[in-house]
């Protein structure tokens, strides 16, 4: 029978940090938040661009139940297709063949042509083919890199702009990173880097034997070496939006052979 | 509204509920660095909306469904790139926690999702099968049949643990 009595005693041994530490944290995001709110009603002022208001409100602490995404794309034209719901019990869909609408905000969205059987999660901020992950999402301001991506897994936000995370991405243990190189994506233009751990690095003094990735701390992964991953960092009229292509595992090669999913992608307003 | 007394309730809130939650979290999640940081990322979003908590009629069930929702968004991320790692790896065990624990939480890591974290709620949190239903969004059904697979399923777990086999 299950000791439910031992597991609640482990309580006594759990350390409480002082919640003045937490009000600080909530104070900086608050801050945070306020701060790009204000640039983004003056970029909006400046007619800035597409849905930017949407971006500096979209509040990923909110308990709401979160919306699903597809339910909305009903009437994409010109072939592209919404995302097919999720398969029962599952929060999974898989997809045929074909292009795709995936909304990243209340303002912006991107299309991709995804292959036969490709899996997506999260209403498409993971679109899975074979071993290779394609994740695409606006990176706001919590956006970031691991103090250690071993040791320290914790994400600290690295700015606001393309160049602020090229430069925190370039800085980071571990991972051999590339020079960055000026790319345009999709109508957007930014960074491009390529990041690898390599098979032979020891990830069992790692946090749960895997090494973090940068990412949005509500959304960042982690997996075992070997890693490679293709990122675009880029600026699509003012919001900064990270297009990874993760693989655990697999070879050069094969990511090549899949790099076509992701230059397929174009940013377009989301209706 | 008195900012004070905002300060002193989530302040008696927050001594009285967090190592219940963070072994609730734990139990869940099997990892007590991830129960920890759930929690605490739930008091953290608390302070940023204490009005919104102030109006909610069980202010440690809200805290609960953000660290719930905080380890949910962990676990499909984590699901993603171990669905598509190349060597599907076991489990890691539990670390920094006794063997007695670890024996428990092994063997809720290894029901469904849905059902460790119903069995979780009403063996650990003491809550009824309603007030799971209404604090997961899902039917009072639901709940039980989960609860009643969960709760064999686990029994079977630690059943073999105890009684391994000699074959």
């Known amino acids: 029978m299950a000791d439910w009595e031992q597991l609640r005693e482990l309580a006594h041994e759990i350390e409480v940090p002082e919640l003045r530490s937490l009000a600080r944290t909530a104070r900086h995001r608050q801050l945070r938040a306020r701060a790009a709110v204000g640039v983004l009603a003056g970029l909006v002022l400046l007619g800035g661009g597409v849905g930017l208001a949407s971006v500096g409100g979209t509040d990923r602490d909110n308990v709401q139940p979160v919306q699903d995404p597809t339910g909305r794309l009903t009437d994409a034209p010109g072939g592209v297709l919404p995302l097919p719901a999720p398969d029962p019990g599952s929060n999974v869909a898989t997809v045929d063949a074909g292009r795709y609408r995936v909304p990243l905000d209340d303002g912006l969205a991107f299309e991709v042509d995804l292959p036969d059987h490709t899996s997506a999660h999260d209403g498409g901020l993971f679109l899975a083919s074979g071993s290779i992950v394609l994740k695409t999402e606006v990176a706001g301001a919590d956006y970031g890199v691991p103090r250690d991506p071993c040791t320290r897994q914790t994400i600290d936000p690295v700015g606001p702009t393309v160049d602020d995370l090229v430069h925190a991405l370039g800085e980071l243990p571990v991972y051999r990173v590339t020079l960055p190189r000026p790319v345009e994506l999709g109508g957007a233009e930014g960074s491009y880097v390529e990041a690898r751990v390599p098979r032979a690095y020891d990830a069992s003094q790692c946090d749960r034997q895997q090494v973090q990735l940068p990412g949005d701390p509500r959304t960042a992964v982690g997996g075992a070496p070997p890693y490679l991953g293709r990122w675009w960092i880029l600026d699509v009229d003012g919001t900064r939006v990270v297009v990874q292509q993760n693989c655990w595992g697999c070879s050069a090669e094969e990511l090549d052979r899949a790099v076509a999913t992701a230059q397929s992608i174009t940013f377009t307003p989301e209706r | ?167």
Request: proline share 4%; net charge negative; hydrophobic share 40%.
């Open chain 2, 1 to 167: 509204m008195d900012g004070g007394r905002d300060v002193e309730d989530l302040d008696a809130l927050y001594a009285a509920s967090y190592r219940r939650l963070v072994v609730q979290m734990y139990a869940i999640c099997g990892d007590l660095a991830d129960a920890e940081d759930a929690v605490q990322e739930a008091f953290i979003t608390a302070l940023r909306k204490r009005r919104t908590l102030r109006s909610v009629h069980n202010p440690e069930a809200w805290i609960r469904t953000v660290a719930l929702r905080r380890l949910h968004g962990g676990w499909r991320h984590l699901a993603v790139v171990r669905r598509h790692q190349a060597t599907q790896r076991e489990p890691e065990p539990a670390v920094g926690v006794g063997p007695e624990h670890v024996a428990l939480v092994t063997a809720l890591g290894l029901l469904d999702p849905g059902q460790r974290e119903v069995v979780v709620l009403h063996h650990l949190g003491d809550l009824s099968v309603a007030e799971i239903a209404d604090q997961l969004g899902i039917p009072v059904g639901t709940v039980k049949s989960r609860l009643s697979r969960g709760r064999e399923r686990l029994g079977e777990l630690l059943t073999e643990r105890e009684e391994p086999s000699h074959g």
